[in-house]
């Protein structure tokens, strides 16, 4: 068993790479993958849990609220967790720090990866690429010093009621909107989107993707299509993609990933 473990939610690789750079900075982690059920939820030899999380539609994205409660700690482990967000918190934070009781807790504005609702541009605050890169770099700094020295939170995260609200609604949205889910002509059946997929959702046919109705709304295949082919109706045709650069398609589809 590792000394630390993180547990990490990604759609686009922003939040992976956040963990990998913590990890580094902690040393002997193991960054659990919680796209689909976490391989390993008995944590209780470990010293140091973590979660990092982005958020999506006001909560936690995808099965994520429901794999922490499956999650063992050792009472005695300090438990930390950071999130990433457009817009707004939410109440993800909120929603973790009920189950686990966090110790600590930080967060930090990215690009938008839904871009099916607004380009990534539209972060707050506005940033470019490579200012929202050194921002993470630096946030990384801040949290692995917290987790190092033990740090407590003052506060616990904030609840933010509307957005519990806006999340129960989230599997709907996702149900009306994978119905909009194409592959135009650019499509070079390269497979990248079936294998990226936590849900097996997406399979070739005729070399082309066909989408299925079990979508998390995590927006891998959108966001790492490498000939950006894959759109959500017309309103994604003409927005960036922003998958992180320091994050390959590959390592999102890793179950556990080790850093001494």
């Not at 913590?22 to 059920?37: E, H, K, P, Q």
């Not at 794999?67 to 967790?81: G, H, L, M, S």
């Not at 506060?155 to 592959?183: C, D, N």
């Amino acid at each position: 068993m590792s000394e630390n473990i993180i547990y990490c939610y990604s759609g686009s690789g922003h939040c992976l790479d956040m963990a990998k750079k913590i990890a580094r900075n902690l040393g002997d982690t193991d960054i659990v993958m919680m796209r689909s059920f976490p391989i390993k939820t008995d944590a209780r030899e470990a010293k140091r849990v973590g979660f990092i999380f982005s958020c999506m539609a006001g909560g936690l994205p995808g099965d994520v609220e429901n794999y922490v409660k499956a999650i063992q700690i050792a009472p005695d482990a300090y438990r930390f967790a950071v999130e990433q967000y457009a817009g707004y918190l939410g109440c993800g934070l909120h929603k973790i720090d009920n189950i686990v009781h966090l110790d600590y807790w930080d967060s930090i504005s990215n690009h938008s990866t839904a871009i099916w609702l607004m380009p990534h541009k539209l972060t707050l605050p506005p940033t470019s690429k490579k200012t929202a890169q050194k921002r993470i770099e630096r946030k990384v700094s801040e949290v692995s010093a917290a987790v190092l020295a033990g740090r407590k939170s003052e506060k616990k995260p904030p609840r933010e009621a509307v957005f519990e609200l806006m999340s129960k609604g989230l599997g709907k949205t996702h149900a009306t909107r994978v119905k909009k889910f194409v592959a135009d002509d650019s499509c070079i059946g390269c497979g990248t989107c079936v294998q990226i997929c936590p849900r097996g959702n997406i399979r070739l046919v005729d070399k082309k993707p066909s989408f299925g109705t079990d979508c998390i709304g995590c927006l891998s295949c959108v966001q790492y299509c490498p000939s950006t082919a894959i759109n959500i109706g017309k309103i994604t045709e003409k927005r960036e993609r922003f998958p992180n650069p320091n994050v390959k398609a590959s390592e999102l589809t890793e179950k556990i990933i080790h850093i001494d």
